[in-house]
């Protein structure tokens, strides 16, 4: 059964990757998760920005609940090593060893009533 967190979440991750395809990011994968060893968990997106690989986590949030919260702050020092364990899988994977990476955050807010979101990219984490 789906639940309604990870409908709102799922919406989140929608509106991350039309924001960064119209920012010129090639989307290469999404909710990626490593398939060899022990289940680390999974990236939300991952993308190309020229030449360089993103990937990227992204936080979802209601607006009127959550307004005054920063979405990124639940990004912790543990939730980085895993997400760099699984983009070292990744890159294994598909052979881009040869291209540099970074980690990203879009934070999105999510207004009901407004039917708008807001998007906060913050590069390189």
Same mark, same amino acid.
């Given at each position: 059964m789906v639940t309604l967190k %990870?409908? *709102?979440? @799922? +919406?989140g991750e929608k509106l991350a990757v039309k924001y960064l395809t119209n920012k010129?990011?090639?989307? +290469? @994968?999404?909710? *990626?998760?490593?398939?060899l060893g022990r289940r680390l968990g999974e990236i939300d997106i991952i993308a190309r920005d020229r030449e360089e690989l993103v990937?990227?986590?992204?936080?979802? %949030?209601?607006m009127k609940k959550y307004a005054e919260t920063l979405p990124e702050e639940n990004i912790t020092p543990m939730k980085l090593r895993r997400m760099a364990k699984i983009a070292e899988a990744y890159i294994r994977l598909n052979h881009l060893d040869h291209l540099d990476y970074r980690f990203d955050a879009i934070s999105v807010w999510l207004d009901y009533e407004s039917k708008k979101a807001k998007i906060?990219?913050?590069k390189s984490l």
């Open positions: %990870r409908n *709102f979440g @799922d +919406l010129s990011y090639q989307i +290469l @994968d999404t909710n *990626f998760q490593n398939a990937f990227v986590e992204v936080k979802t %949030r209601e906060k990219h913050i």
